[in-house]
Nanobody, 121 residues
Framework: QVQLVESGGGLVQAGGSLRLSCVASGRTFINYGMGWFRQAPGKEREFVAAIDWASVTRYADSVKGRFTISRDNAPNTVYLQMNSLKPEDTAVYYC???????????????WGQGTQVTVSS
């Protein structure tokens, strides 16, 4: 059974940093794209960052220059380093996996349960 488990969320002041991790299990993800999405209260889930099997990355404009996505295929882990955090980054952050990288959340096959990130002003 495929599982994606996120960790690393928490409460941080504006300008601070957090590093999210997502461990994937249940199959090999070496040929899969991995992504991060987020959902704030009352808003739709939105794309944050993704990395494909060749480690080519994509970012939402709102996080470019502040967030960095990376992956370690042994053992099936993807990271999201978040720097210069802003209150508007507050959301539940979800890890996702799919063969192809998409910015649409409807196109991803596997999802984690999410981890809360709260940025105070």
């Amino acid at each position: 059974q495929v599982q994606l488990v996120e960790s690393g969320g928490g409460l941080v002041q504006a300008g601070g940093s957090l590093r999210l991790s997502c461990v994937a299990s249940g199959r090999t993800f070496i040929n899969y794209g991995m992504g991060w999405f987020r959902q704030a209260p009352g808003k739709e889930r939105e794309f944050v960052a993704a990395i494909d099997w060749a480690s080519v990355t994509r970012y939402a404009d709102s996080v470019k220059g502040r967030f960095t996505i990376s992956r370690d295929n042994a053992p099936n882990t993807v990271y999201l380093q978040m720097n210069s955090l802003k209150p508007e980054d507050t959301a539940v952050y979800y890890c996702a996996a799919n063969r192809m990288v998409h910015t649409s959340n409807h196109a991803w096959d596997y999802w984690g349960q999410g981890t809360q990130v709260t940025v105070s002003s």
